[in-house]
T-cell receptor, first 113, second 111 residues
Framework: DSGVTQTPKHLITATGQRVTLRCSPR?????VYWYQQSLDQGLQFLIQ???????AKGNILERFSAQQFPDLHSELNLSSLELGDSALYFC????????????FGPGTRLTVL | GEDVEQSLFLSVREGDSSVINCTYT??????LYWYKQEPGAGLQLLTY?????DMKQDQRLTVLLNKKDKHLSLRIADTQTGDSAIYFC???????????FGSGTRLLVRP
């Protein structure tokens, strides 16, 4: 158990819908990272927040957005969902701003029908 | 550019050593990592090495880094059936905070 929690574990929804994935980092970690794991793209970095502020952006679609709240939990919002958005979404956390020692949550499996 | 490559599959007999290889293209890598993913689970950080090191050993795991050839390897001694999983190599670059992952190597340990 990494100490990073993600809810829900599974999510099934339809195209065009909007969903919110939630992540709670390890106690004391200030950085939260979101990654997408799909069969065709592999593991891709989406976005990072540090202490409530966006720090880095990767291959994140405009239909996707994220935020980190004062209690340091983070939410990833996916809207206008397409079949290709079906993937495993991971959250990771680390103590500082750097990527050293990122600890991953169990992931949320999103299925878009 | 940023690219990390791994072979897709490795099969070893229980008790043998496993060596999983990885190559990367960006010479400004700061840290290089090995993660393990078991079926239905998240990624578990196994070990990492700073880019100015050649080797790191941690119990059954040995990481070797050849910076000149941009080659990273993970050796698992006395491989057990519980080591069967997908192993991902990843790099972080400079002051960037993102991890660039390889496609993963599926390790199968035969009894």
């Amino acid at each position: 158990d990494s100490g990073v929690t993600q809810t829900p574990k599974h999510l099934i929804t339809a195209t065009g819908q909007r969903v919110t994935l939630r992540c709670s980092p390890r106690s004391g970690d200030l950085s939260v990272y979101w990654y997408q794991q799909s069969l065709d793209q592999g593991l891709q970095f989406l976005i990072q927040y540090y202490n409530g502020e966006e720090r880095a952006k990767g291959n994140i679609l405009e239909r996707f957005s994220a935020q980190q709240f004062p209690d340091l939990h983070s939410e990833l919002n996916l809207s206008s969902l397409e079949l290709g958005d079906s993937a495993l979404y991971f959250c990771a956390s680390s103590q500082g701003q750097g990527a050293n020692e990122q600890f991953f949550g169990p992931g949320t499996r999103l299925t878009v029908l | 550019g940023e690219d990390v490559e791994q072979s897709l599959f490795l099969s070893v007999r229980e008790g043998d050593s496993s060596v999983i290889n990885c190559t990367y293209t960006d010479s400004s890598s700061t840290y290089l990592y090995w993660y393990k993913q078991e079926p239905g689970a998240g990624l578990q950080l196994l070990t990492y090495i700073f880019s100015n090191m050649d080797m790191k050993q941690d119990q059954r795991l040995t990481v070797l880094l050849n910076k000149k050839d941009k080659h990273l390897s993970l050796r698992i001694a006395d491989t057990q059936t519980g080591d069967s999983a997908i192993y991902f190599c990843a790099e972080s670059i400079g002051s960037s905070y993102k991890l660039i992952f390889g496609s993963g190597t599926r390790l199968l340990v035969r009894p």
